[in-house]
């Protein structure tokens, strides 16, 4: 059914519609894939703007003989949100709650209408909706209703399908109709009725039995509920184009027990006791998995000893008293089996142990033994009385196929998780990977099991179907399907007439891209085997870039969270680059498409650490850039910002030539004139000079770089090209500092330059020679234990992230970056390489509105800053998100409007709140956009240790 993109065709259906329609190359590999592990490429890409387009489209479609795809957040694991023909995303502008009733306790809905969105409304009522996946501050209801989604709480509330009472539709005969108990389809009703013996033995034989179709909802004694049957579906039968869902009370009481166990097995065993109490949830964690999130997090809270665990979350049901919940910790602890148990202190402390289990289950991209593991059987369940059974035969499955990864789930409801290391990285390897998945869909089957628990089927299990069901069941299916959409242009390919398993994998045809980590060379990408495809492959696309996290203090993804475009988000971007690592719809790096996918991307770093899976599109933006113009002229930018330090070293050169260039940037025409000609926005201003460079001020205090005494406590202050050239005051000040601290400070024989500008153009040998010249100055100090502190945190990153991957064949890359702190860290860090003793001043009474830098959050983190700040005793503002400015970005011509929404997201409505705050931030970025948008001077965090703020 595929059906070659043209224009006339685009143009046709943007006729139709008030929504956009784009049938351009780089949209359509953006939605070539979703979080599976399939690569379909779409021939058109639609945005309906209400219900009206969503028929347009899909009749459309049907005329047309092209496939028709529905997608939400793209979120899905099994490769049902991607198809051939027409793919219409329902989350850029049907993403509305209609209304809520509380008395009903019903919400009308847009299919694409994210799950937080709608909880947050009910949430006015002392409502919510039931079933909340892991993914739903990205997951739409429209996709939670193609998928049935579930979520850990399905064990009190039930699935999507329970938790919804009808679905306006349009069938693929376009008739279009609302889904409720007692509504007819021609012929559904006899062929049910034909069939009441076997839907009977084979559908709804226990709660997570998600995959295929859900006949027992058409039963007579069921109430004949289309709206239930559809939910499931997938999107095979019909296009939701609006729903009503019930909504629970929200708990009044609830409590979290987690129960430790010699391993994850047994305590899957200890399951059908509890779940006679009642809980609200019961999940299940492994050792391994903890292990991973400890890594990555730096930490978890403290557990009960075991190797295994239940999260067991009770509390009073509606109508019982709250004081029930106390009795049901009791009790579960007391059915337990387990003599190892903690009961949560706080709802904080509940909280913290929770995110355990959800930063896993988006940690679980590689398995234990670091190799990229996949979805495809990441969902299976099986009747909780046989979890542990089942348990113990799918470890032996996986060791007999050599295939590992971190078993997890929700085990109240039998229902496992687990993304595996299957051979998929090279065609080699997918027959190998075909037999595990054989094997497992046999084992699955062999306990009356599902192979999906609440993912659905979509490519990576349809073809399995025939070993879960008997062929007359399969018919069945099929005869469904004739009824609603016999031309099957509705998502084909899935769950009837299904794609092989093995059919349109993603990862086994992209090119190997290695060579990095030396002159002539881009990264190392030492974590992803020396190998750039394998970097860019480690994007699963479960889109947390898509989420708006700043309320859990994220950074990720500002481009996205300004446009709301998929082009400007995470996920996209990698997207896109993964085509040309396969060099299938997108062959060369320099290409328009590849450039527009990158604009608009501020090189921030926040995805290297927001992303469960730590993809790093700015590493990766600079590799292209480097790719793309290596060897070629490049954009006058990439000589002018790309190579900044050189050209303020020059305007630095003495003090009158720093003032001569100072007064010539404030005749307007003239700075007009320039910033245009360099391709720089003009309504900005251009940064001051430094009338005497830091290097200099130093020399006159006696600061050199000779360390004569054993007996001394030295530090390495290292002024970047910034701090040496433009906004000195924050190094000056750090002098103060640490000879408060106790300190000798060290400064270099000569100002050196990390190549910061260089590395975020893709002038990679540039950075390399810039760094191998720090080296030489910065290394000997590092080696003999004196520590190296920087001023500006972007360069600072650079030395502790950079550095090594682009000198990977010098040892003294990793000794530097070893060696290299922020103030905050060296100062709270225990003696000997901490101080003695540390005098912080009393800010009792200052507020202080705080700007994170990007980079100092995504590679250093911010907490030890935070933790340095709360013993002041002030009281500190702390923003999450990017100011906007972003090095070079928020100075480029064309992006000033994002730059400004960007800032409009956190800074700007804290400045406006806190007008007599310190604005405290140690990015000159930073600096520089609030400056430029507030008139707000900030202070780096050295000048506020010091109390020499403006106006004091």
């Not at 290391?421 to 084992?443: H, N």
């Not at 480690?538 to 889109?543: A, D, E, K, N, Y």
């Not at 945190?793 to 064949?809: G, N, Y």
């Not at 100092?856 to 702390?878: F, I, N, P, Q």
Request: charged share 20%.
């Amino acid at each position: 059914m595929t059906v070659a993109p043209t224009p006339t065709l685009t143009n046709r259906l943007a006729s139709l519609l008030a929504g956009e329609v784009e049938g351009g190359t780089r949209r359509r590999a953006e939605y070539s894939t979703d979080a599976s592990n399939y690569r379909v490429v779409p021939s058109i890409v639609a945005f309906p703007k209400h219900a009206d387009d969503v028929v347009a489209a899909q009749n459309f479609a049907r005329e047309e003989g092209m496939a028709f795809t529905v997608r939400g957040g793209g979120t899905s694991t099994a490769g049902n949100s991607i198809g051939s023909g027409i793919v219409v995303d329902l989350s850029r502008h049907m993403n509305n709650v209609i209304s809520i009733d509380p008395e009903a306790r019903t919400a009308k809905v847009q299919p694409g209408t994210v799950l937080t969105t709608l909880q947050a409304q009910a949430a006015a009522h002392g409502l919510r909706f039931g079933p909340d996946p892991s993914t739903s501050n990205r997951a739409t209801l429209g996709g939670m209703i193609g998928n049935n989604a579930c979520g850990p709480h399905a064990v009190a509330w039930g699935k999507t399908s329970e938790n919804v009472s009808s679905l306006t539709v349009i069938d693929g005969l376009g008739r279009q109709y609302v889904a409720r108990k007692g509504t007819e389809v021609a012929g559904l009703k006899e062929l049910v009725d034909t069939n009441l013996a076997p839907i009977r033995t084979h559908s709804g034989r226990f709660t997570r039995q998600v995959s295929g179709y859900s006949l027992e909802h058409l039963l007579p004694e069921k109430g004949r509920d289309l709206a239930k049957f559809l939910v499931g579906s997938e999107g095979t039968l019909a296009t939701v184009l609006e729903a009503e869902v019930d909504l629970v009370p929200l708990p009044t009481e609830t409590a979290l027990v987690v129960l430790g166990y010699e391993d994850m097995i047994r305590a899957a065993d200890a399951v059908p006791a509890l779940l006679a109490l009642k809980p609200f949830a019961i999940e299940g964690l492994d050792r391994r998995l903890v292990e991973v999130v400890e890594r990555a997090r730096g930490g978890v809270p403290e557990l009960p000893a075991g190797g295994g665990w239940l999260m067991v979350e009770v509390g009073a049901h509606e109508g019982e008293p709250a004081g029930i919940t106390h009795d049901r910790v009791a009790e579960v602890i007391a059915a337990s089996g387990s003599n190892h148990n903690k009961v949560a202190a706080s709802q904080a402390e509940a909280k913290a142990l929770w995110k355990i289990r959800a930063d896993g289950a988006g940690l679980a991209g590689r398995s234990p033994r670091g190799m990229e593991a996949w979805p495809g059987w990441e969902d299976s369940a099986v009747p909780p009385e046989h979890l542990g059974e089942y348990l113990r035969d799918m470890t032996d499955v996986m060791a007999e196929h050599d295939v590992d990864g971190v078993l997890y789930g929700h085990f109240g409801d039998g229902c496992v998780h687990v993304r595996l290391d299957m051979p998929l990285s090279d065609p080699t390897g997918v027959p190998k990977a075909r037999a595990f998945l054989e094997d497992t869909a046999d084992l699955v089957a062999k306990y009356g099991g599902s192979l999906s628990g609440e993912h659905g089927d979509g490519r990576a299990r349809s073809e399995l179907l025939s070993r879960m069901y008997t062929p007359e069941m399969m018919s069945l299916f099929g005869q469904v399907k004739n009824l609603f959409d016999p031309a099957k242009i509705l998502n084909p390919g899935i769950l009837v007439d299904p794609d092989p398993i093995d059919a349109n994998l993603r990862r086994p045809y992209a090119r190997p891209l290695t060579g990095g980590g030396k002159k002539g060379g881009g990264f190392a990408y030492s974590e992803d085997g020396g190998d750039f495809t394998t970097a860019l492959h480690r994007c699963t696309g479960v889109g947390a870039c898509r989420a708006d996290n700043s309320g859990t203090a994220g950074f990720m993804c500002p481009s996205y969270q300004a446009t709301k475009d998929e082009k400007d988000v995470t996920r996209a971007r990698t997207r896109v680059l993964q085509e040309v690592a396969n060099g299938q719809l997108i062959a060369d790096w320099g290409s328009h498409e590849v450039m527009e996918s990158l604009d608009l991307c501020l090189s921030c770093k926040a995805c290297s650490a927001d992303c469960p899976s730590g993809v790093d599109v700015a590493k990766y933006k600079s590799e292209v850039l480097y790719r793309a113009h290596k060897g070629k002229i490049r954009p006058k930018l990439h000589y002018l910002l790309g190579q900044l330090p050189r050209w303020t070293k020059l305007a630095t050169l003495s003090p009158v030539i720093a003032r001569i260039a100072n007064a010539a940037m404030t005749i307007t025409p003239l700075k007009n004139t320039v910033f245009k000609v360099a391709g720089l926005d003009e309504e900005r201003p251009m940064p001051t000079m430094a009338t005497q460079r830091f290097s200099r001020w130093a020399k006159k205090r006696g600061i050199t770089n000779t360390a004569a005494s054993t007996d001394t406590k030295y530090v390495m202050l290292w002024a970047d090209s910034f701090s040496e050239t433009l906004d000195t005051a924050g190094a000056q000040h750090m002098v103060d500092v640490l000879k408060a601290a106790g300190y000798t400070v060290l400064v270099p024989k000569k100002p050196v330059c990390c190549g910061l500008t260089w590395i975020t153009t893709g002038q990679l040998d540039g950075a390399r020679a810039q760094l191998t010249e720090l080296l030489s100055e910065l290394a000997p100090f590092a080696n003999n234990g004196i520590p190296i502190v920087g001023v500006e945190p972007s360069c600072t990153a650079v030395l502790r992230d950079d550095l090594p991957e682009l000198l990977a064949d010098d040892p003294r890359s990793r000794i530097v970056a070893e060696n290299t702190y922020t103030l905050a860290e060296l100062l709270l860090a225990p003696a000997p390489l901490g101080p003695e003793e540390l005098d912080l001043p009393d800010l009792t009474g200052t507020t202080i509105v705080a700007q994170p830098h990007c980079h100092h959050y995504s590679v250093m983190g911010w907490k030890t800053d935070s933790e340095l700040l709360s013993r002041t005793g002030a009281e500190v503002v702390e923003l999450s998100g990017c100011c906007g400015m972003a090095g070079n970005f928020g100075m480029e011509k064309g992006h000033r409007d994002v730059s400004h929404k960007v800032a409009e997201a956190s800074l700007l409505p804290a400045l406006r709140d806190n007008p007599d705050a310190v604005f405290l931030a140690d990015g000159f970025s930073c600096r520089t956009q609030a400056d430029g948008l507030a008139g707000r001077k900030g202070v780096h965090i050295a000048t506020l240790l010091t109390g020499d703020l403006p106006g004091s």
